[in-house]
């Protein structure tokens, strides 16, 4: 019987929900009519593996096989979709013969039911169990208005059986006859011609009839549970009565949010205390509403004790937020690490957890995370991603995970807790500082960003790491005795402009440098297999912290396997660089071999300029992009003298503006302007094109693709360049 209504985005294109089910027990999910959306869904065992799927805009009905977790995928209806709110309902339908939510009522033989179709309500759904080989009548009749009658007999995964407009003898009037195929439950969609576009409005009755009895109704299962926490309050820290965490407040986080429940007339006591740094702790207790119940900045009024406390009455059973900030909140100067304890009267909290927490037994399977892993896992057709878990042995750890995907696409990340309560997502692939609340188990999700919508194969690479936690990890299984040597004591020193080169090993996998750099700094990192070397190298940058900032593995994924990082560094300080390889996912062993670094600080009117030379051959099309980051791509070919050369380019997406150069070189090895063209000298495009150009001498070409430099709008997208050349005589 839960409900649930939002809105999808070309960002973020589905949502995820969590059940508990019991085997045998039928799930319907229903999505409302009238909604600017009618999203796909799609259910998945605890394991994220597909068990059911839904054709747009229709319920979704099946039986579960097992009792534990299930999770349902809302997405949007194709790849072209926008965007729109949309809203479902998911329901039990043999828990009871009344009503359901959001139009659904069970039905049975000899049963008739009244409706109304409307402009914002265009269809409603009823179910029914039936036997196999039933004879089955449904009979749509107009009662009001001019409703054109249309009535669907579908399967409990939306397969439809039968379908009718007029046969009832007018077009106010609908009448399915069909022999059901199999014992189970079905599915009747009551709704006018062309459904949503449809123009008629009216009321009607249906009626289902058939010569046999119905089949017994289904002992009622316990209920699902959704969950009761209120969606608004769901990505809060979660703390209950009689617990103790620790937390920390500075300019970056001035405030943290805690959500928990209460029971009518309970006494709370709430204190605030600083453990670390000149912190003034503030304390505020608000309702479900946001509404201020109670507050306070210092235990004494002198000011003598500046730490913070309340008691409070409960009025009415519900939800409470407790907020730990400092005084004077944003404005506020002071800074350093809390405890918060929330205790009823009289009742002895119990202390903070200061060792590493278990991983918790999970009802669903996940896979473990250690600090400082590197991981693989693959998307694919039946499996929507995969389930991480990792623990963490005090509060407010700094997450970081970072994921590379073999052909170089984004991927959704969400971070829950034991209770898949949901902390913070992100749809580029990096949760980088992600903040956990306290000790304890938590959750990892990596799944493709178009969700259920466009099925996807591919393998991805991740990165793991908790700065504070342990590093029990041993790389690739080596003993205790060779990780001393695949992980060296120190990082070594490197500077702005320094080369140098070394080799990955079966036990040496990783090789740190150190070094210094000022806030916004833009450096570029480089990492190329040295000639003859089988490595497939993967490069890292981090703070002194070893908080992961970002990461690369191949440049151009498929083509160029050397690694690339291109960042502005956040702050005046130390940072490190890890050069390593990519991990296989095939099982394969991980490639060694020898590799030039390059670390360089980027002159600011080169920033946007891209360092790597992409070739193309004669007759090939490459795609590439301009934005803000790059705004100024390179080319490479072969071509003889007297040969004819036509480069062309194709806007594929936004609003590029794009400006196309050929060079070639002198003797002496500078390049040398030979053509450019903005718009197409063909006309009806802005594409830019260079049509026919003779190629003066035999060697190599350099072709750039740019925009439009326009001081007023810098337009960008993604574009495609193909490259023609005809011989001499040709």
Do not use: K
Not at 163 to 169: K, R
Not at 325 to 347: I, V, W
Not at 639 to 647: D, F, N, Y
């Amino acid at each position: 019987g839960r409900a649930d209504a939002r809105r999808l985005t070309e960002s973020e294109r589905f949502v995820l929900y969590w059940f508990e089910g019991r085997a045998g027990q039928p799930v319907l999910v229903t999505p409302e009519s009238g909604t600017s959306v009618q999203p796909i869904l799609v259910l998945y065992s605890a394991g994220l593996v597909e068990l059911a799927r839904n054709a747009p805009g229709t319920p979704l009905s099946t039986t579960l096989n097992v009792d534990g977790t299930y999770f349902l995928a809302v997405g949007l209806p194709t790849s072209e979709s926008t965007g729109g709110n949309y809203a479902v309902t998911l329901t039990d339908p043999s828990a009871s013969g009344t009503p359901a939510e959001a139009g659904t009522t069970r039905l049975t033989y000899g049963q008739t039911v009244q409706g109304t179709i409307s402009a914002t309500e265009t269809s409603l759904t009823y179910q029914f169990r039936g036997g196999v080989g039933d004879p089955v009548t449904i009979a749509m009749t107009r009662t009001g208005g001019d409703l054109d009658s249309y009535v669907y007999l579908l399967t409990s995964g939306g397969v439809i059986v039968a379908e009718d407009d007029n046969s009832a003898g007018s077009n106010g009037n609908a009448l399915v006859t069909a022999t059901l195929p199999a014992a189970g439950d079905y599915l009747i969609l009551a709704t006018r011609l062309n459904q949503d576009s449809g123009t008629t409005t009216g009321t009607f009755q249906l009626a289902l009839s058939s010569s046999v009895t119905p089949p017994p109704t289904l002992a009622a299962p316990p209920a699902i549970n959704s969950g009761d926490l209120p969606p608004e309050l769901a990505a809060l820290n979660r703390i209950d009565l009689g617990q103790v965490t620790e937390g920390s407040i500075s300019d970056g986080q001035f405030l943290v949010p805690y959500v928990f429940f209460a029971e009518e007339d309970e006494f709370l006591e709430v204190q605030l205390e600083r453990l670390e740094g000149d912190l003034d702790p503030y304390l505020i207790l608000l309702n479900s509403t946001q509404e201020v119940l109670a507050d306070n900045d210092d235990v004494s009024l002198d000011g003598s004790d500046q730490n913070s406390a309340l008691s409070y009455i409960v009025e009415s059973s519900g939800y409470y937020i407790l907020i730990a900030t400092r005084f004077e909140q944003e404005t506020g100067a002071t800074s350093g690490r809390y405890r918060l304890t929330l205790a009823r009267e009289g009742e002895d909290p119990p202390p903070t957890a200061s060792t590493p927490a278990p991983a918790a037994e999970l009802p669903f399977p996940a896979e473990v995370l250690s600090v400082g892993t590197t991981v693989q896992g693959t998307f694919s057709a039946s499996r929507l991603g995969t389930l991480y878990q990792f623990s963490v042995s005090g509060a407010n750890r700094a997450v970081d995970f970072s994921v590379t995907t073999d052909d170089g696409s984004p991927t959704t990340l969400i971070l829950a807790d034991a209770q898949l309560r949901p902390l913070t997502s992100t749809n580029d692939g990096a949760l980088i500082g992600a903040s956990v609340p306290q000790a304890g188990s938590y959750l990892l999700f990596v799944l493709p960003p178009t969700g259920p919508t466009r099925l996807v194969e591919n393998s991805f690479l991740a990165v793991f790491n908790v700065p504070g936690e342990p590093n029990i990890f041993v790389p690739g299984g080596a003993t205790a005795e060779a990780t001393a040597e695949a992980i060296p004591d120190a990082p070594l020193p490197i500077t702005y402009g320094e080369r140098v080169t070394d080799t990955i090993t079966d036990t040496i996998n990783n090789r740190d440098y150190l070094f210094t750099g000022a806030a916004d700094d833009v450096i570029r990192i480089r990492m190329n297999a040295l000639s003859g070397s089988a490595l497939d190298p993967l490069v890292e940058l981090r703070d002194a912290q070893e908080r992961l900032i970002d990461s690369n593995d191949d440049i151009e994924p498929g083509q160029i396997r050397d690694s690339l990082l291109q960042v502005t560094l956040p702050a005046d300080g130390q940072y490190i660089i890890r050069a390593t390889h990519y991990l296989p996912t095939d099982g394969t062993p991980a490639t060694t071999g020898g590799y030039e670094l390059f670390l360089e600080n980027v002159d600011p009117l080169a920033v946007g300029v891209s360092p790597v030379v992409r070739p193309i051959r004669p007759g090939e099309t490459v795609q590439g992009t301009i934005d803000d980051e790059v705004f100024l791509l390179f080319f490479s070919f072969e071509g003889g003298s007297g040969s004819l050369a036509t480069i062309e380019v194709e806007q594929l997406s936004g609003d590029l503006d794009a400006v196309l150069y050929l060079y070639g070189y002198t003797s002496a090895g500078d390049p040398i302007e030979i053509a450019r063209n903005d718009d197409s000298p063909r006309g009806n495009t802005f594409d830019p094109a260079i049509v026919g150009q003779v190629l003066p001498r035999t060697g190599t070409y350099l072709i750039a693709v740019s925009r439009y430099p326009d001081p007023e709008r810098a337009t960008s997208g993604e574009f495609s360049l193909s490259l023609r050349v005809q011989l001499p005589g040709q």
